[in-house]
DNA sequence: ACCCAGGGTCATA
DNA sequence: TATGACCATGGG
């Protein structure tokens, strides 16, 4: 048993599941994706609220809008110009597919992750997010979370990109696309429960009970 | 007032 | 490759 097999186990019966993602529809999943970068979930999930107030929580209907009409509804996600931007391009890629998360489950999901990677806004992280949440493909979401928790707990050097990291996951966890899922939201829930304060905090995970689970 | 939050992009060395 | 600046709102 590897121990980011074991350090799953834990933090699951810590925490218990976490119903990832918060959303009605893929699509939902995926805009969601793009509003709740760099930002807090209720900022993002104002934006999402206000979008679903005007009707607009529709690729179709949101794609006719445009940009210009999307960013002011979208102000409280923050970097409203860019995302709203990122958006409409999406969008307009989208209409590729006709809209269907459907056509796009076609695609394998390298191709689909490298396809996602072409857009603007849309990195590694939201990608993932994206193929992960909102398409059930078995990808691990890496976040700043990830890199700073597994790196106190002496499994990261700190200096790995964000591939490297995923392949770690990758080649050792070995669980279901729903631990995927779980493994992600639960690291989000417990980077926001220990002390976050950059490199060192004494009743960080690594005092109290990440020792635990090593 | 400062820091950070479920990042990404671009310029610079 | 590796920092730094920038995008921008809202809550602590």
């Known amino acids: 048993m590897h121990i980011l097999n074991r ?14 993602w918060p959303a009605k529809t893929q699509f939902e999943v995926t805009i969601g994706a793009l ?38 509804l979208i102000k409280s996600s923050g970097y409203y110009n860019q995302k709203a931007k990122a958006i409409a391009v999406f969008l307009q890629w989208f209409t590729h597919y006709d809209f269907s998360f459907e ?17 603007p806004r849309i ?10 949440y909102a398409l059930e493909r078995k990808i691990f979401v890496v976040d700043a979370y990830t890199k700073r928790i597994f790196t106190r707990l002496g499994l990261l050097t700190g200096h790995e ?12 966890f070995t669980g279901t696309v ?30 109290n009970w990440c020792k635990k689970i090593i």
Do not use: M
Request: hydrophobic fraction near 35%; charged fraction near 20%.
């Open 103 to 119: 056509t796009l489950q076609e695609l394998p999901t390298d191709t689909l992750r490298e396809e996602l990677l072409q857009l």
């Open 35 to 72: 509003l709740a970068q760099n930002v807090s979930w209720t900022n993002a999930a104002k934006a999402i609220a206000n979008l679903e107030t005007h009707n607009l929580l529709s690729a179709q209907k949101l794609h006719s809008i445009g940009a210009e009409a999307i960013a002011p």
């Open 178 to 207: 729903h631990d995927y899922n779980e493994y992600h939201a639960l690291i989000v829930k417990h980077g926001k429960d220990v002390c976050n304060k950059r490199p060192h905090c004494d009743k960080c995970c690594i005092e």
């Open 7 to 20: 350090i799953f186990q834990q933090l699951l019966s810590h925490y218990g599941p976490q119903h990832w």
């Open 123 to 132: 990195g590694p992280e939201t990608a993932d997010s994206i193929l992960l």
């Open 161 to 172: 990109d964000y591939v490297a990291i995923q392949e770690y996951f990758h080649k050792n």
